[in-house]
């Protein structure tokens, strides 16, 4: 797969989770998530699975927690026919105006129904490691 049409799929994938996760769609928003999803590196869980997942925006959705959910950076790492895999910057806003960072690597596949899911999820730098990185990529090297 060229390096353009993964870029555009992947783009495409992160602005239907945000835009479904803005209007507490969890029927469309759970429907991008691959039953086999894993999601590494959130503090207090070794892994997150689907229902945990499905848990969690059920409440948030139904809660009003989320404000606004955006992703910028994107940087692809690999991609294949059934497969694409990247980083990018997500940001998180809550309604009670809490801020969550991250940079995260996702991995995408296509599956049997030709949709693409999300199958992995790995939290890289989350909120003050990320600020702190992105000060210290400012600054330059000392």
Known sequence: MKEEHAELIAEQWLTEAAESAGKKDLQGHMGMISKRISVLGVPGFDNIDYDIWYTQCKHQFEMSMIKSIAYKGFNLITATDTQIVFTVHETVVGTD?????????????????????????????ENDAMRDHELAKEKGPQ
Request: no cysteine; net charge negative.
């Open 97 to 125: 105006g809490t801020l969550n960072e991250q940079i995260v690597e996702m991995s995408l596949e296509k599956e049997d129904d030709d949709v693409w899911r999300l199958v992995l999820e790995r939290v890289i730098i």
